[in-house]
């Protein structure tokens, strides 16, 4: 089983629905992110969690809201969602405080469509 | 804001021969760690290779290995003896030392292998 998995994998929805993209890891780790994919723009962060109780905004948070549930889960929610928040959403998460090396662990990806 | 720059959207490589992707960074730390990422088809992101910006020599994992120009803020990634799974989107990555930093992602290369 994956270290970071991602549900759902696809999603196909409407616009102004509310879609949920849960993430849970087994690694122990202390921060998670949700990363955006967009083809010819990279990855681009959207929020980060370094801890429970922290949450923080990243470069294109507009539109989106978060929730870290526990050490392990760490949820992304489109309110209402508009056809250009279709992308290729990654979840990651990295050690701090096992001995930090900036490596990201990331999940499958959630792509997902908005009609 | 820190910026990562890949100057190639697509390179190819025939198989067994050698490919250099780009990458350049601005930042005015000196205290950073920069990333190559690989994400195959499968869409699944991979830790390539890690470089500490306080060492000189460069870091080499197998068949990859990077040419670290610090004062040039360069960072390009060399694939020795490509092989077919070599094929991928491949992503710079920078992050700044310290423990609060997220990291920040180049727009990718997209690398075919011809066999």
């Known amino acids: 089983d994956a270290d970071v998995t991602q549900t759902p994998r696809n999603r196909i929805t409407k616009t102004g629905k509310r879609i949920m993209l849960e993430c849970s890891q087994t690694k122990g780790h202390d921060r998670m992110y949700w990363y955006r994919q967009d083809p010819g723009l990279g990855l681009r962060l959207i929020y980060y969690s370094f801890d429970v109780k922290d949450i923080n905004k990243g470069e294109i948070s507009d539109g989106y809201s978060v929730s870290r549930q526990a050490q392990a889960k760490f949820s992304l929610s489109l309110e209402s969602a508009i056809p250009n928040q279709t992308a290729l959403y990654f979840c990651?998460?990295?050690?701090?405080?096992?001995?930090?090396?900036?490596?990201?662990?990331f999940g499958e990806g959630s792509r997902l469509t908005v009609l | 804001a820190q910026t990562v720059t890949q100057s190639q959207p697509e390179m190819s490589v025939q198989e067994a021969e050698t490919v250099t992707l780009s990458c350049t960074y601005d930042t005015s730390e000196s205290d950073y760690y920069l990333f190559w990422y690989k994400q195959p088809p499968s869409r699944q992101m991979i830790l390539v290779i890690r470089?500490?910006?306080?060492?000189?020599q460069n870091a080499t994992e197998n068949r990859f290995s990077v040419n670290f120009q610090k004062a040039a803020k360069s960072f390009s990634l060399k694939i020795s003896d490509s092989q077919l799974g070599d094929a991928a989107m491949y992503f710079c990555?920078?992050?700044?030392?310290?423990?609060?930093?997220?990291?920040?992602f180049g727009k990718g290369t997209l690398l075919t292998v011809n066999p």
């Open positions: 470089q500490e910006a306080y060492k000189q």
């Open positions: 990651a998460t990295s050690d701090f405080r096992g001995g930090y090396t900036g490596e990201l662990f």
């Open positions: 990555a920078y992050l700044r030392g310290g423990s609060n930093y997220k990291l920040t």
